[in-house]
């Protein structure tokens, strides 16, 4: 009787052999598998892209007169390629989005780069400051109910304390202003884009990484304002940008989009979404000492209370017991 030959047995097919395949969404690190060292240098990531980010207030009325799309396309682009320079100077790898994920990409960059910057614009005109920052003092608040949805858990009654807290101190900081109906409603685009900018973000997180969502939203968001800012500002808009509001589109390039971006979605990569919400309360703080020190006058003693509150809610959230309730919470859930 003849052996039957030993033919080659073919490859299993994978889901991964398959075209337009995208592989699915790594978790985010649960905080309880990061060490206290980790947990303490996210925190303080997050809190430097909020400093940076509440820096800005005072910069950002230096364009108040200039034509401001422009401006944004400008701001964004260097900070793409800075970012690109960085990333190659460090040796990060900045990941190609493949399928799927150039609709989250286009998500955050339509909400929070564009919607969220022409809602400032549009807003500060029907709306005094104070209203608009007590819009983005609620995203705490967000992304403790909406963000553990998103990473599969259920919310921690701890966090979403701390997460008021946290919102009651910053509105103290921002105090209160006054708006029309128009005004309150850009209000609410603006804490809706601010929120979209780290929820939308979430499911790229695991694959592209701090580097390639902030890169890749960031030339995206450069291209949609050089295109809106040619036909509504002419394409001789940037000629028009004087010195000093060069510089002011510099700092929001290096420190508030370059810099803050990378720190921010590292932070949220580590600690998850709800406790990095938290140290959005850092950006009023930010904010009201960076006029303190541009010569404003000194904080007023609700001022104060609000630092404190926030400070609260910080130390609840962000300590072990808030750790461990937080990721508890959604434990038992696949």
Request: with cysteine.
């Amino acid at each position: 009787m003849t052996a039957m030959p030993n033919l080659p047995v073919p490859a299993p097919v994978t889901p991964s052999d398959l075209p337009g395949f995208v592989p699915p969404v790594h978790p985010i690190a649960r905080p309880t598998d990061v060490p206290a060292r980790g947990v303490l240098v996210s925190a303080l990531s997050g809190a430097a892209g909020m400093v940076c980010v509440g820096g800005s207030v005072a910069v950002s009325g230096v364009l108040s007169d200039a034509p401001l799309l422009s401006a944004q396309a400008v701001r964004y682009a260097a900070a793409c390629l800075l970012l690109l320079l960085f990333a190659r100077v460090g040796r990060r790898p900045v990941v190609v989005p493949r399928g799927v994920e150039w609709l989250w990409l286009l998500s955050v960059t339509a909400t929070g780069l564009c919607f969220f910057n022409i809602a400032l614009i549009a807003g500060s005109r029907h709306a005094e400051p104070a209203v608009l920052g007590v819009a983005v003092a609620c995203v705490p608040l967000i992304f403790a109910v909406v963000g553990p949805i998103v990473e599969g858990r259920r919310p921690s009654p701890v966090v979403l304390v701390a997460a008021l807290l946290v919102t009651c101190g910053a509105a103290l900081v921002q105090g209160v202003g006054r708006s029309d109906a128009i005004g309150l409603v850009w209000a609410l685009v603006v804490l809706c884009s601010e929120a979209g900018f780290t929820l939308l973000a979430v499911p790229l997180l695991g694959r592209l990484g701090p580097w390639g969502v902030s890169v890749h939203t960031t030339w995206l968001a450069a291209v949609v304002f050089a295109v809106i800012g040619a036909v509504r500002e002419g394409p001789s808009a940037l000629a028009r940008l004087t010195g000093g509001e060069l510089l002011a589109v510099g700092y929001l390039a290096v420190a508030v989009t370059a810099v803050a971006f990378v720190l921010w979605y590292y932070c949220v990569g580590q600690l998850g979404t709800a406790r990095a919400g938290l140290l959005t309360g850092v950006a009023p703080i930010a904010a009201a000492a960076s006029g303190v020190a541009l010569g404003g006058p000194a904080p007023r003693l609700l001022v104060w209370a609000g630092i404190a509150v926030v400070v609260g809610g910080l130390a609840l959230g962000l300590s072990s017991n808030g750790t461990r309730a937080a990721w508890s919470a959604g434990s038992d859930k696949g």
